[in-house]
């Protein structure tokens, strides 16, 4: 009995795990080498990217979305790689409710997977963005990054949005 008590003190005192915050203009960048391959996971609430988070009621917020899904289709378009890498992009993948035949209801949210294969991975050492110029209601982006070097963390702005490892 002393032992269950224990182990329900441990399990009640561990913190509490929860879903990332939704926070409007920031978005959150994961950035991953595994072997040759460069891959960036984007995060975002769309009011960041749209100026809306919910399904498009107008013509001209059905507009938005479209010209927010072409932009976000040109990985070369919103991020800078290392030269020397000799990185290839790959078609990325691009979801959100806004983008399905059912949005969903309330603070919707953007995740995109881009992916580039790289002749010279060790030759990666930063990577810059023009998300800020592509989309101004955006004003923070976290980066979590891993890679043969270890790990490392950060946050771009426009004024600095560059992310060296």
Known sequence: ?????????????????????????????????????????????LDGLLGFERVPRTAAEKQAVQAMKSILEQPDRLFQITR???????APQIESPVLAAKPGDGHLDLDAEYRWQCAKPSALRDISTRLFGEFPRLKRITVEFVGPSGQKSGRLTAAQPRFAW
């Open 1 to 45: 009995m002393r032992s269950l008590v224990l182990l329900l003190g441990l399990i009640l005192s561990l913190p509490v795990l929860s879903a990332p915050a939704h926070v409007h203009g920031e978005a959150k960048l994961e950035i991953t080498i595994d072997g040759n391959v460069l891959a960036i996971h984007l995060e975002s609430p």
């Open 84 to 90: 020397e890498g000799e990185c290839t992009a790959l």
